[in-house]
T-cell receptor, first 112, second 116 residues
Framework: QKEVEQDPGPLSVPEGAIVSLNCTYS??????FMWYRQYSRKGPELLMY????GNKEDGRFTAQVDKSSKYISLFIRDSQPSDSATYLC????????????FGTGTLLAVQP | GAVVSQHPSRVICKSGTSVKIECRSL??????MFWYRQFPKKSLMLMAT?????????EQGVEKDKFLINHASLTLSTLTVTSAHPEDSSFYIC????????????FGPGTRLTVL
């Protein structure tokens, strides 16, 4: 079993839709949860960073962590064509030198 | 954050040759940089942790003699793929951390390596 599972998609939605992206994980030691956005042929950029369980909102983006279910989500409201990209979840157990474990990424296409 | 560049962005080489990829932290002195490789529809896989002034730490299964990493200054780390083979073709991405935790990483734009 992979440590982090993510549906690769592709996910196609119309402009203005609410998008839900998800990851599950198996390592209960994970405490830090990140979402990165990666445009085609570019490096990932950090979108959201949360610690432990709960919600975090930043503009149109909301990150949700449910540690009891080992499940994290990223919601995008009022999706735009410019949101079309691959979204990667990443997580770590924390500590100064703990490495990130990435999901495979979900390819999102927002149709105008 | 940090602005990170990589050079070249794309390289095509013949099998058996060596290729050097540079990763530069443009606005931050990075003690630690990371090197990843990414296959289509696969996760980013950490190859090694590059520490300025010391030897890199390689992940299990990554051949240190094949993927040579040099972190000679606080703004530059290089990855040299020696005696490249077609199976080394991949997208190589570096990242830097700007705080004591490895959670917030700032990535370069990546280098697409194609070995013929």
């Amino acid at each position: 079993q992979k440590e982090v599972e993510q549906d690769p998609g592709p996910l196609s939605v119309p402009e203005g839709a609410i998008v839900s992206l998800n990851c599950t994980y198996s390592n209960s030691a994970f405490q830090y949860f990140m979402w990165y956005r990666q445009y085609s042929r570019k490096g990932p950029e950090l979108l959201m960073y949360t610690y432990s369980s709960g919600n975090k909102e930043d503009g149109r983006f909301t990150a949700q962590v449910d540690k009891s279910s080992k499940y994290i989500s990223l919601f995008i409201r009022d999706s735009q064509p410019s949101d079309s990209a691959t979204y990667l979840c990443a997580m770590s157990a924390g500590g100064a030198t703990n490495k990130l474990i990435f999901g495979t990424g979900t390819l999102l296409a927002v149709q105008p | 954050g940090a602005v990170v560049s990589q050079h070249p962005s794309r390289v095509i080489c013949k099998s058996g040759t060596s290729v050097k990829i540079e990763c530069r932290s443009l606005d931050f002195q990075a003690t630690t940089m990371f090197w990843y490789r990414q296959f289509p529809k696969k996760s980013l896989m950490l190859m090694a942790t590059s520490n300025e002034g010391s030897k890199a730490t390689y992940e299990q299964g990554v051949e240190k003699d094949k993927f040579l990493i040099n972190h000679a200054s606080l703004t530059l780390s290089t990855l040299t793929v020696t005696s490249a083979h077609p199976e080394d073709s991949s997208f190589y991405i570096c990242s830097v951390v700007t705080s004591g935790t490895y959670n917030e990483q700032f990535f370069g734009p990546g280098t697409r390596l194609t070995v013929l």
